[in-house]
T-cell receptor
Framework: GENVEQHPSTLSVQEGDSAVIKCTYS??????FPWYKQELGKRPQLIID?????GEKKDQRIAVTLNKTAKHFSLHITETQPEDSAVYFC?????????????FGSGTQLTVLP | NAGVTQTPKFQVLKTGQSMTLQCAQD?????MSWYRQDPGMGLRLIHY???????DQGEVPNGYNVSRSTTEDFPLRLLSAAPSQTSVYFC?????????????FGPGTRLTVT
């Protein structure tokens, strides 16, 4: 099955700096890569996603890059703000059984220091 | 729209007890799934369904049963609770199982098994 590894597990940055979270995946058939943000005690919410036919996607201060050859993708947050503090999960979508499944990374706790 | 709803929010069970976690969505989504979230392990897929009457196992199905009699509801049953099932459980739904469709998560159920 698919295996998604996520690094780092914790990340602290100063407000205004950039944050980068990296993930690798094992199944070359995976073609959809979402990122979720989970605030303490809340549900995960999609913040950005990318498909395998695109190398980069940007939405305001958030961007995701994908390297299919190396099987890794990254989340970039620029001009970080205290409200960006949360756990971020990457995921990869692959075929298994009768349907496609999402396999999640183990998460990155991002802390933005004021 | 209420989106994805889950009940109960909190539950304490004794080892060996059984219970059902409820999940409902009002978005007419075909794909529904159950995840468990444990510290440092991200979200792991338990069971999923691509439509009424169709279910399949995910990564960690042992000790859990599901059924899908309607498009709206996807209950998760714990047959004989064990301490290892202490976790936060999230139900999710999406328009399709194909990659590229956002998964919407419910608010979660925090389960403790003593």
């Amino acid at each position: 099955g698919e295996n998604v590894e996520q690094h780092p597990s914790t990340l602290s940055v100063q407000e205004g700096d950039s944050a980068v979270i990296k993930c690798t995946y094992s199944d070359s058939a995976s073609n959809y890569f979402p990122w979720y943000k989970q605030e303490l005690g809340k549900r995960p919410q999609l913040i950005i996603d990318i498909r395998s036919n695109v190398g980069e996607k940007k939405d305001q201060r958030i961007a995701v890059t994908l390297n299919k050859t190396a099987k890794h993708f990254s989340l970039h947050i620029t001009e970080t703000q205290p409200e960006d503090s949360a756990v971020y999960f990457c995921a990869a979508s692959h075929n298994s059984g009768s349907a496609r499944q999402l396999t999640f990374g183990s998460g990155t706790q991002l802390t933005v220091l004021p | 729209n209420a989106g994805v709803t889950q009940t109960p929010k909190f539950q304490v069970l004794k080892t060996g007890q059984s219970m059902t976690l409820q999940c409902a969505q009002d978005m007419n989504h075909e794909y529904m799934s159950w995840y468990r979230q444990d510290p440092g392990m991200g979200l792991r897929l338990i069971h999923y369904s691509v439509g009424a009457g169709i279910t399949d196992q995910g990564e960690v199905p042992n000790g859990y049963n599901v059924s899908r009699s309607t498009t709206e509801d996807f209950p998760l049953r714990l047959l004989s609770a064990a301490p290892s099932q202490t976790s936060v459980y999230f139900c999710a739904s999406s328009y399709s199982d194909r990659g590229g469709y956002e998964q919407y998560f419910g608010p979660g159920t925090r389960l403790t098994v003593t």
